[in-house]
């Protein structure tokens, strides 16, 4: 309570909402991943059951963008907790009966990216409802970090759930997490916005992409992203989980490195609520290459544990101030009523790919090894940053003196 923005109290409402199911969320990769190796040990299922999540995600998100345009956003919100709480309600039911196919989790994750992807513009857009535009980057700041205290206690709590009840105890808790977010998001009152004028969805996603392809420091951003997420990051959550199992000591090594990449993602969080680069997209794209590439030789090496918590460490602290920089940059530079629009083209542009790389990391791995995968994949993210720093839209980006009005 000692900032001022939460003092705001639909702010602190969100923020509660969201830092419990961050909380649950951040249980769900560990759950799933072993839940999934157990049942069939293959990475290639597991890499299939993220696609099955994600694609439906990337198929829903721009319409979800317009009803969030539409719609109060709340409302929204509380129908996607509503929903994901159900599907990993019966993901839950289903492994702990011992009666699970791989199909049918499948599914049920399909249903929950469904959902997700009307949440995930409303989400973004809604945060100006709540606190004034001078205080955008510290709530950014304080919502990312409820996320990054998640993604240190998440991980802990998921390998000691998964060590000794089982992964489908960790999709319950999920499930049981949603249902507490949407408690606290039905008291919301947050303030109005005037509401994309009622033309037809194809009239507004057009709008959307005009508003979006117009400006270069975000199409760019969203194109390394498109790159990072599927080829880089991709065989990470695949192949991560099998390296852990294998050489470094199985589901608690993993969760060990997940809760390193929360703690460093904390730093940031905390780093965010004060530092104003005056170059936002600058600073975090070379923070980038402080630790990432190095993170990837790492765990390809199968170097000690303790060596790859480090380095974990500094990377989750990068990626953080990226999202604080980010999200406010668009809620600065965005017109309130297109927020959403803008926000599910960034969603579906940056996850564009990510279906291809999930599904490929695991075959991939299978005919070059997974070290040398995961070797190619942190000199790319090398490339990639690179080349978006050459962009001087991406460089020399700044903050407009007042937020863009509608």
């Known amino acids: 309570m000692r900032f001022g923005v939460l003092r705001e109290r639909e702010f602190r409402l969100l923020f509660a909402g969201r830092a419990i199911s961050s909380l649950g969320d951040r249980v769900v990769p560990v759950a799933l991943a072993f839940a999934v190796l157990d049942l069939t040990g293959s990475v290639t299922d597991l890499g299939l059951i993220f696609a099955a999540q994600t694609l439906p995600l990337l198929a829903f998100v721009l319409v979800g963008g317009v009803w969030a345009d539409r719609l109060p956003r709340q409302l929204v919100m509380l129908a996607s907790d509503g929903v994901r709480a159900l599907a990993q309600g019966l993901s839950a039911a289903l492994l702990l009966s011992g009666s699970a196919h791989v199909w049918e989790l499948a599914a049920l994750q399909a249903l929950y990216g469904v959902a997700e992807a009307f949440f995930v513009p409303a989400s973004t857009a809604i945060v100006p409802q709540t606190v004034a535009a001078g205080e955008l980057q510290q709530a950014n700041a304080l919502l990312g970090l409820t996320g990054n205290l998640a993604a240190v206690l998440g991980p802990a709590l998921a390998g000691v759930i998964v060590a000794t009840a089982g992964p489908g105890w960790g999709l319950a808790a999920d499930a049981a997490t949603f249902i507490a977010s949407g408690a606290f998001l039905s008291l919301m009152r947050p303030r109005p916005f005037v509401a994309a004028v009622t033309a037809g969805t194809w009239a507004q996603l057009r709008s959307g992409w005009r508003a979006f392809r117009s400006r270069t420091w975000l199409w ?127 969603f579906l542009g940056t996850l564009g790919l990510q279906p291809v790389g999930l599904a490929a990391s695991g075959p991939v791995a299978a005919a070059i090894g997974v070290s040398t995968t995961l070797y190619g994949a942190g000199g790319l993210l090398v490339l990639l940053t690179v080349a978006v720093l050459a962009v001087p839209a991406v460089r020399n980006f700044e903050l407009s003196a007042e937020p863009v009005a509608d």
């Open 220 to 346: 760019v951003s969203v194109v390394y992203f498109t790159l990072f997420i599927a080829f880089v990051f991709s065989p990470w959550q695949v192949l991560g989980p099998e390296v852990a199992k294998v050489s470094l000591g199985g589901p608690a090594a993993w969760a060990a490195i997940s809760a390193s990449l929360g703690l460093g993602s904390v730093a940031g969080g905390l780093v965010g609520l004060r530092w104003r680069p005056r170059y936002p997209l600058r600073a975090s794209f070379l923070l980038f290459l402080l630790a990432g590439p190095a993170l990837y030789a790492l765990l390809a090496a199968r170097a000690p544990l303790a060596a790859i918590i480090a380095v974990a460490l500094l990377d989750g602290t990068a990626g953080t101030l990226f999202n604080v920089f980010w999200f406010t940059a668009q809620q600065h530079e965005v017109p309130q009523a297109e927020q959403s629009r803008v926000s599910s083209w960034d």
